[in-house]
Structure formats: C-alpha cells, structure tokens
C-alpha cells in the first residue's frame, strides 16, 4: 500500500497567526490569558494552548472584568466588541483576514441597505460573527441560506437589491451550487470581487480531489467541529474514494485498508503537522509505504501580528 500525502495540507496563514497571538500573549503578559471560543478548531491545538495558560470560555461573561482576552480566528459579531469595551476588556483579536474582509463587506451592504444573502451553515461560529456584523439602520436584511433549496424558497422585500457572501471554509462546489440558484431567482444578485472561500480552503479541495482521483482510501486530519476538514472529507468521498476523517493517529482502524493499493493523507487549516507525521508513522506501521516527504506547495501567504503584539 502506498501512502500519498495532499499538496497543500495543514496549517494557513490565518490559523498560524491565530495561534501565535495566543502565545504571544500568555509569553509577554503570564497565564492566564482567556480565549472567547476555541481560537482554532482542533482538539491538539486547543489543549496544548490550554497547557500553556490558555482558558476557553464561551461568553465574555466568564471573563473578569478588565482581563485580556483574545478572540478568535472565526471573528466575532459587533455586539461582542461592544460588550467587551463596556466590561472593559483588553481585547487581543486574532479574527483571520480573510474573515475580517467578509464582515467589511456584510456591513458595507448593510450601510447602503442592501438585503444580503449569507451562504453557510447555521451555528458556526464564523456565521454567527458575519451575522453579527449586520446592522439593520437602513432597511435591509441579513438571510443565512445553507442550501439551494433555501435559496429557491428565499423572500425579500427587495429583489433587486441583493448580495450575498459565503462562509470562507465551504466548499467551493456546494458555494457555487447555492449561488447559481440565488442568481437564478434574482438576476441582479452582487457578489464580491473575489470568492469569499479562503485560499487555503480552495487549495486544499484542489489538492485532495487530486489525491482522492489516484487512492482508494484518503484520510483527513482534523477535528470533527472543523468546517474545512470537514468538506475535506465530503470532497475526498465524493470523487470516490473511502474517506475518513480523524483527529490523530490512535484513531485509525486497520481494517479500512484491506486489499487497498494506495492511501493518501491531507489535513485540515487548522490540523499541526505533527499529526500528519503521526497518521504516515501507524501507516508505515501497517504496511504501507511512503517514498517521502513531496515537495509542499508553497502558498506564499503571511498575515502579520497585530501592531500591539509585533
């Protein structure tokens, strides 16, 4: 059994600045520091956080008044900075970039009173924050629509004033289905210059329909509450392969290889590659062989700290 590994996988620039704002933070101010929501969706990540002085709390109300806390890369509605400045928190925001220029967008709609049409899936907490950053002063509405026949069912008050925007970790091919159903029941519908769905998303999906084209049984590192390494799996099995998605290797079982010739490995944005190494090792372990390391696509993408932290 060969072992193939997705070219890009793992980490983003946007999860890499995330967690460095949290040790950056507990490095120059001490434990501990409090994180609204898990800053990244991974379970490793979270707990070796946790380790260093991090305590993740839901609501700001967990938080003292006057402590720091730090937000997290999923960004946050208007109504928590809000809260925040009212408690008088010191807020530390590692929002992704790319997340920040959906909620400039969603706000920039709401000001000129256009209807927005947000494509994601409800509860997370990137679309609870996009959400969140509506502000309904001039007329408009924000609508969630998570699926094309949401879409085809969607009532506005005024068609020919809607836009939408996605959640940035969707995949590209269930955004697009959504879009063209918005764009068949209302012509006029704007979007953004660019896709909303992150690089990193887009490169990844790219990479795994390409492993999942050449391998029997694809494996995605990532937590299960990871939106990304989530479509990662969806992606993997509908090109046909067996698809499983896994935190870290112990969860393995070697009866899904049977009578497999290849096995490809791809990781989620917000999965370390030390568990990448991991899954290859217990491959290796049960036959499989890895001819090593291929070169990493570079994305050439860096997101620095904030002013306040450099």
Known sequence: ???????????????????????????????????????????????????????????????????????????????????????KLEVYDATCPLVTKVHLQVARHAKEGRDVALIGHAGHPEVEGTLGRYQEEQGGKIHLVESAAAAEALQIDQPDGLSYATQTTLSMDDAGVVINALKARFPTLQGPKRDDICYATQNRQNAIKELAAACQVVLVVGSANSSNSNRLREIAQSCGARAYLIDEAAEIEPLWFDGVEAVGVSAGASAPEMLVEGVVERLQQLGGSWSGEPLVKSEEVFFPLPVELR
């Open 1 to 87: 059994m060969n072992i193939e590994l997705a070219r890009p996988r793992g980490f983003c620039a946007g999860v890499e600045r995330a967690i460095a704002i949290v040790e950056r933070v507990i490095e120059r101010f001490g434990a501990p520091i409090y994180v609204r929501h898990e800053v990244v969706h991974n379970r490793t990540v979270v707990q070796q956080l946790r380790d260093k002085g991090a305590i993740f709390v839901q609501e700001l109300d967990e938080v003292p008044t006057g402590a720091r806390v730090i937000f997290s890369a999923h960004g946050v509605a208007a109504a928590v900075e809000e809260e925040a400045q009212q408690r």
